[in-house]
């Protein structure tokens, strides 16, 4: 991919609960788009202190590794910390703050389907509030940086069971390599493997998605809202085939 095509590309900005959240959700589509030339930056909104297994300084260290092997920046972001995470104004404004100062065409964050891991959800809730909020121009708190419009919101589903009912827009990873570069990131969180094979499960839901699209490997997004396209024929495929 050329330089000058990767600069047309907007920056990602995703929101992850905990330090595997990105990876697990929506890894083999970061890994595509960074292939692509696409900036991508993460934000940990806890160091996975509440989790069965890793310590907050394994899970911190794992999450950075995870990271470059997906070629994107990192940083944590303290809120109520790890399975404590509440709906307040003040979350969504820090939320906010970081929309604004990274100015991202396109930010990701885990479904609000409720029933999943709550900060998952809660989560989700804050980052569609900070969308808003980052678009408001006349909030003193967010005065630092000027007012930013995210192109859109896509929420990843962590698990069959926090995927929203309505159908979502696929992303084909099957691209050589990427799914390799994918496993290898989900891989760099070796703490969170022992309890039960999330590695395999991912792989799995993608390898699903993938047969129903006709091709190898793919991962969903739920868009926020609806996706406007310049024509008919800027639209992809639809997965069903007649
Ligand atoms: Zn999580």
């Not at 999450?63 to 470059?68: L, N």
Request: positive net charge; glycine residues 8%.
């Amino acid at each position: 991919m050329s330089k000058a095509v990767a600069l047309n590309l907007p920056p990602l900005l995703a929101f992850g609960a905990h330090p595997d959240d990105i990876e697990f959700g929506a890894g083999g589509i970061i890994a595509r788009e960074t292939r692509a030339g696409r900036r991508i930056h993460f934000v940990v909104c806890s160091r996975g202190e509440a989790g069965t297994n890793g310590t907050p300084a394994i899970r911190t260290r794992e999450a950075r590794a995870a990271a470059r092997i997906l070629g994107t920046t990192v940083e944590f972001l303290a809120l109520d910390g790890d399975a404590r995470l509440e709906l307040k104004s003040a979350h969504a404004l820090k939320l906010a703050a970081i929309i604004r100062r990274l100015r991202p065409g396109i930010v990701l964050a885990p479904t609000t389907e409720p029933n999943q891991h709550p900060d998952h959800w809660r989560l989700g809730t804050l980052v569609r509030d900070a969308t808003r909020l980052a678009r408001y121009g006349g909030l003193r708190a967010l005065k630092r940086h000027a007012p930013h419009a995210v192109g859109q919101l896509l929420f990843y589903a962590l698990s069959p069971g926090s995927q929203p009912p309505a159908a979502p827009i696929l992303i084909d990873i099957s691209a050589p390599g990427i799914v390799a570069t994918w496993t290898k990131a989900m891989e760099a969180h070796a703490s969170q493997m022992k309890t039960r094979n999330y590695v395999e499960l991912q792989l799995a839901r993608a390898r699903v998605l993938g047969l129903d699209a006709g091709v190898a490997h793919a991962q969903a997004l739920w868009p926020n809202d609806p996706l406007v396209f310049d024509s008919l024929a800027a639209l992809g495929r639809g997965a069903r085939r007649f």
